[in-house]
């Protein structure tokens, strides 16, 4: 993200002697991604270095991991997460349902706040939430994000955060890269700013606001999830969220899904254009994010706003279904339906979603679906995922077919 960001107080020469408010030395500490060779933001701590530990390091019983699916044949699926039971804190609510060699996709269904003295980390992937139910507040050590429906939050690894519920509670979809999570780099001009054709403005993110440095001692736990899903409860002699001031350009923010301004065609809008994050080289490896929300569909005398067959053999595709008013879908996915189309099979709309899409041509729709298409990435399905699976969705298609007498004829 070029947006450089500065908040609190740092000082104006990096790494020089810097006195926070009462005189203490404040101790600088730099959140890097690709190494030093990535985005980062300088960190200044009150008095203490985040690496003080006030007890031993310990291993957690429970763990993220995912748990592999027994032997399955090929196949599509459909994914019934509305339906999961809430249970617990943000990051014990969570279930991993994909999951790839770069790549997790877990929903996290919650009602309780993080306890007070307990934090989440994740120290092995970048994360993008889709806030599909709840208010609240994410709480990081860079300030403090409200987040409501229909917002995605960009939370780098490494981020220690906690989450407060304002609702009885919420509902997101989690999804992990090993890489940075970004805004196309594409969308943006050499400058670095994005272009005038883009369809997101970077300057339209919600930022962290930083709160006053918190000045306790005690033990505060920091859940680091690392490992490939192994837990390791850290424990600090002090506040994590001890900064009197940061800068940089890796950061927590939020970006609401109605701020993806879509772009409109004549004939049929292919989803590129509905991209609104990536991770990795895109499209080499890592996955392209979209967001399918209302727009004018094409207006060609003769277009078919419904999408075609495809058969995208180097990505595996993952659909989220925030409301049911996807048309290729309809009958089909119910709120919080992920779909999970693997690349080695080509997949299509249901029935005659074609034929009724004829009545959409230069309307304006209205629908909100997520979208992560994985490149040179297979991605599994967990155990937890084929439990709440779908189990003849293989056969939905003949099924929708029959229902609808969709043999189609000029
Ligand atoms: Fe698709």
């Not at 991991?65 to 699926?77: G, N, S, T, W, Y």
């Not at 139910?133 to 960009?154: A, D, K, N, Q, W």
């Not at 989803?271 to 991770?279: G, H, I, K, Y």
Request: charged fraction near 20%.
């Amino acid at each position: 993200m070029a947006l450089i960001v500065k908040q609190g107080e740092v000082p104006r020469t990096p790494h020089t002697e810097f006195y926070g408010q009462d005189g203490s030395l404040a101790l600088e500490e730099i959140h890097g991604s690709k190494g030093f060779s990535g985005a980062f933001s300088r960190k200044m701590h009150l008095r203490r270095y985040p690496t003080v530990q006030s007890r031993p390091p310990k291993l957690l019983k429970w763990s993220l991991a995912p748990r592999p699916a027994l032997r399955l044949p090929l196949q599509p699926f459909h994914l019934r997460t509305g339906a999961l039971p809430y249970r617990g804190d943000y990051p014990r609510s969570r279930r991993v349902l994909l999951h790839g060699r770069t790549t997790a996709i877990s929903v996290a269904k919650f009602d309780r706040s993080s306890p007070a003295r307990e934090f989440f980390r994740n120290g092995e992937a970048h994360e993008l939430l889709f806030v599909q139910e709840g208010r609240g507040v994410l709480e990081t050590e860079y300030g403090e994000l409200p987040f409501e429906p229909r917002l995605y939050l960009v939370v780098p690894k490494g981020t220690t955060l906690r989450l407060k519920l304002e609702t009885p509670r919420a509902f997101f979809l989690v999804i992990e890269s090993s890489y940075p999570i970004e805004f196309p780099p594409h969308y943006f001009n050499p400058d670095g700013q994005a272009t005038l054709m883009s369809p997101v403005v970077e300057t339209e993110i919600g930022l962290p606001k930083l709160q006053r440095p918190q000045d306790v001692r005690g033990d505060y736990a920091v859940l680091v999830k690392h490992g490939g899903g192994r837990l390791t409860q850290i424990t600090l002699g002090h506040h994590p969220f001890d900064l009197v001031g940061w800068e940089g350009a890796l950061y927590p923010f939020s970006f609401e899904c109605s701020r993806h301004h879509s772009i409109a065609r004549e004939i049929h809008t292919a989803p590129p254009a509905r991209q609104t994050f990536q991770s990795g080289s895109a499209p080499h490896n890592g996955f392209s994010i979209c967001t399918f929300r209302g727009q004018i569909e094409g207006w060609h005398p003769e277009d078919v706003p419904a999408p075609y067959a495809h058969f995208n053999a180097d990505s595996d595709e993952m659909m989220f279904f925030s409301d049911t008013s996807y048309g290729a879908r309809q009958g089909v996915i119910e709120p919080g339906s992920i779909t999970f189309h693997p690349g080695a099979l080509p997949h299509s709309p249901h029935g005659d979603a074609a034929r009724r899409s004829f009545a959409q041509r230069g309307k304006l729709s209205h629908y909100l679906a997520v979208m992560l298409d994985t490149f040179f990435e297979p991605l599994e399905i967990t155990r937890e995922g084929w439990a709440c699976a779908q189990k003849d969705y293989p056969l939905s298609w003949a099924k929708a077919e029959g229902a609808s007498g969709a043999v189609l004829s000029a």
